[in-house]
Each structure stands twice: as structure tokens, then as C-alpha cells.
């Protein structure tokens, strides 16, 4: 799902390319793309984007008549730009949204289709669809910590709340909690004030970095690889894979469609933490550490193929 780096580069490429900009045409294909029906989509049609803003993981344009049309893109929505008119298929290509200047495409790879667009008669109607999370960016490291400790989360949990925090999921949390040499399941309200200094830290520079390392691999052209999985992130995307920075093989934790990446050297103090589906294969035997886990696994695989 894109997040806030991904979110803000997309808003500068658009804003190049919408901004002040008729939206003559809006074409909308997919059947539960639109999630609004008053007012009607083609309202904003005829008008000028007058402002472009970012609601978390949504997009929102607003528009010289006071509307405001919301994108957000889920796991796979992804927005590309064209020279020319385009005609969505339903299909892949959900919507179509046709300036004087290009048009915008929204597509959704995969059979789920869960991208929506709303359209809301004013910014406070917009409200509505606005969790309320904290802008980690501009805000004070005391700012920081009284949201973190309202409740009693987990880290993972803590960051990935867009009531809590705006704009963070599930990539770029593993980066900020590897960066800052934190648990994902340490719990908030345990933290002491060094080990919270270190988190606000590293929010601070891994979503300032990203978002530098996106912005400057666009050049200026519309983001088109956007993706949760980057080569160059530490931990997100790469379970099994040696840490980058002393070697251990990257571990999970799986729950749902989603997991938690983590180093057991540089977060846990050498601790494995117990995943769902492994729990399940190993039982009583859990292991210790990552040379442990390795270990029994392969006794389990041995065992299993002389049975068979």
C-alpha cells in the first residue's frame, strides 16, 4: 500500500500536472470504485483543481467549487498519468479522469478490488474519511510520545494505527522500528524515554529519506514504480535474507495478509518472536534464536521425508 512517501511523491507529480488544471471528463469503470453518490461524480467536471492535500494514505484534490475528490489507493491501486484520453476497462483500469492538460489513470491489479474514490461536497464533509492520526513530520518529540502512550500497543500496532499516526504502514514501520533497534511488539506504555527518543528519530529520518530517495528517482517524471518493496530497504520484503547491517537472517511474524520484518540482533537482543504459522509446525520446541529456528526446522523437514 503506498504511504506517506509514496503519497507526497505522487502529490508533486500531480501537482505539476493538475494543478489549475479543467478536469473536463471523469470516466468511472469500476463497479465499486465510487463509494459516494451525492453529489454526482461529474460535478467537479468543467472545474480547475485549486489545491491538492493529503488525508494519511489518501489523495484529495480539491476543486474551485469547493469539491473535493479522494483517491485512496489501498494494497494495489496505483495512479499513472497519460498524454491522451483514456478509456478504463473496468477491469484493471478503474477510472479515467481527463484534464485539459493528460489524464490521470487509476488502476488495481489482482481480483480484491478495495482502491475507492469519494466525492464530498466540502472540506467539512471530507472530514469524515480523516482518522485523525498525527503528522509525525512537523510534530515535537513530546507531541510524539503523548500519542504513542495513549495506548497500550505494540510498536508495530502503535505506528501502523492511522488513529494514532497518519500516513504509516506496514513497510515503512519495519524500516523506522529496524533504524531505531526497537521490538515490534515491545509495548508503548514500557518504553523509557531514551528508547522513545529513538523511535521519534527514526520516524523522522526514515520517512525523510524515503521520501528524498522517491523524489529523486522520479526525475521529475510521474512515479510509476511504486511499490512496498524496495532493494534497498533493510528488513521490509526480505525474511530469510542476512541483515544489512551484522549478518542475521532477516525473521516474521505473519498475521492475516500481513507481516512484521525484523533483525534479531539489531531489534530483539537475539530473541525470536513467535510466529503464527511456525508456532503451529514447531509447538513445544520454539526456538531461542535464529540458529536454533534453522536447526529444528531442518530436523523437522528430515523427520518428515523419512515418514514419507
Known amino acids: ?47 480547475k483543481v485549486s489545491e491538492l492535500r493529503r488525508i494519511g494514505k489518501r489523495i484529495a484534490l480539491g476543486f474551485d467549487n469547493g469539491m473535493w475528490l479522494v483517491f485512496h489507493l489501498m494494497i494495489s491501486g496505483r495512479l499513472h498519468w497519460k498524454s491522451k484520453a483514456v478509456v478504463p476497462d473496468g477491469r484493471r483500469t478503474l477510472g479515467a479522469f481527463e484534464f485539459d492538460s493528460g489524464t490521470l489513470t487509476l488502476t ?8 475507492s474514490l469519494h466525492l464530498f461536497a466540502d472540506e467539512a464533509a471530507m472530514t469524515a474519511i480523516d482518522p485523525g492520526g498525527l503528522e509525525a ?32 504502514g506496514n513497510a515503512y514501520s519495519d524500516e523506522i522500528l529496524f533504524h531505531g533497534q526497537l521490538s515490534p511488539v515491545l509495548l508503548t506504555r514500557r518504553m523509557d524515554g531514551e528508547a522513545i527518543d529513538r523511535l521519534y528519530q527514526a520516524t523522522r529520518e526514515t520517512l525523510n529519506l524515503w521520501t528524498k530517495m522517491l523524489r529523486e528517482a522520479a526525475r521529475g517524471k510521474f512515479p510509476e514504480k511504486v511499490t512496498a518493496f524496495r532493494e534497498e530497504m533493510f528488513v521490509h520484503g526480505r525474511y530469510g535474507l542476512p541483515c544489512r547491517r551484522c549478518g542475521t537472517k532477516i525473521q516474521r511474524i505473519r498475521y492475516a495478509s500481513n507481516e512484521t520484518n525484523y533483525c534479531p540482533t539489531c531489534q530483539t537482543g537475539g530473541k525470536l518472536l513467535a510466529d503464527r504459522a511456525l ?30
Do not use: C
Not at 488495481?108 to 482502491?115: L, V
Not at 513530520?137 to 500496532?157: G, Q
Open 279 to 308: 508456532s503451529r509446525l514447531l509447538r513445544e520446541d520454539w526456538p531461542r534464536s535464529p540458529d536454533e529456528m534453522d536447526e529444528r526446522i531442518q530436523t523437522k523437514k528430515s523427520a518428515t521425508q523419512i515418514q514419507e
Open 1 to 47: 500500500m503506498p504511504e506517506l512517501p509514496d503519497i507526497v511523491v505522487y502529490i508533486e507529480a500531480m501537482e505539476q500536472r493538475v494543478l489549475g488544471h479543467v478536469l473536463r471528463r471523469v470516466r468511472v469503470a469500476g463497479p465499486f470504485l465510487l463509494r459516494t453518490a451525492e453529489p454526482p461524480v461529474d460535478s467537479v467536471e468543467g472545474h
Open 137 to 168: 513530520l512537523p510534530a515535537t518529540r513530546d507531541a510524539f510520545a503523548a500519542v504513542l502512550t495513549s495506548e497500550n500497543h505494540t510498536l508495530k500496532r502503535a505506528l501502523t494505527d492511522p488513529h494514532l499516526f497518519s500516513g504509516i
Open 108 to 115: 488495481e491489479a489482482g481480483a480484491k478490488k478495495r482502491a
